[in-house]
């Protein structure tokens, strides 16, 4: 698609249910990340994907949060007995590292509030 | 390792009036260095980038910022500021790690009053 797409753009659950949220991103861009924005933050840096391998999980708040990337094409972030702190923005990004331009294309987000 | 600090959490200027966000950074690479814009409940825009070529950068809306190295700093600047700037912004570094991942300063909320 001409940018980078993420559904549902917003999601209210119960605390203890689990949620997967999805970014589809620009045609051809190999590497993806998922970042996560709270009330008055900055972003916080998740995971991010190279193809279809996650070299980098550091920023993964705990266990109970996963992503998988197929076909080097689109991501599904999961959130396993989301709790009340896990409300925030939820943004994908992806880039070329193929080429020299290192600008970083962003979804519009999925806001995610747990009640 | 690398981060940004935006010495700023909440900037107010005048309509018509220069803008300034400060931004110094730490790598212990040679860093890309962004400016990122985020209206309300719209999704962040690339003002402009830094990638080791000129040092100072010009980017869209009349914004512009120069890299220093000596001062570590990445300083975001508009000669005159008008009321659709504000806005949140960020400044952000890469340094190539993680693929390119961007790590974000925690921002700065522009106020821009008539």
């Known amino acids: 698609g001409a940018g980078v797409s993420q559904s549902p753009s917003n999601k209210v659950t119960e605390k203890g249910k689990d949620v997967e949220l999805r970014c589809d991103p620009i045609s051809g861009h190999t590497a993806l990340y998922w970042y996560r924005q709270s009330l008055g933050q900055g972003l916080e840096f998740l995971i991010y994907?190279?193809?279809?391998?996650?070299?980098?999980k550091s920023g993964l708040p705990s266990d109970r949060f996963s992503a998988e990337r197929t076909g080097g094409s689109v991501s599904t972030l999961t959130i396993q007995r989301t709790q009340q702190e896990d409300s925030a923005v939820y943004l994908c990004a992806s880039l070329d590292v193929t080429g020299m331009n290192t600008e970083a294309f962003f979804g519009q987000g999925t806001r995610l509030t747990v009640v | 390792a690398q981060s940004v600090t935006q010495l700023d959490s909440h900037v107010s200027v005048s309509e018509g009036t220069p803008v300034l966000l400060r931004c110094n950074y730490s790598?212990?690479?040679?860093?890309?260095l962004f400016w990122y814009v985020q209206h309300p409940n719209k999704g962040l825009q690339l003002l402009l980038k830094y990638t080791s070529a000129a040092t100072l950068v010009k980017g869209i809306n009349g914004f512009e910022a120069e890299f220093k190295k000596s001062e570590t700093s990445f300083h975001l600047t508009k000669p005159s500021a008008h009321m659709s700037d504000a806005a949140e912004y960020f400044c952000v570094v890469s340094d190539g790690r993680r693929g390119y991942a961007l790590n974000f300063g925690k921002g700065t909320s522009l106020l821009v009053t008539p």
């Open positions: 790598s212990s690479y040679s860093p890309s």
């Open positions: 994907f190279q193809g279809n391998s996650a070299p980098d």
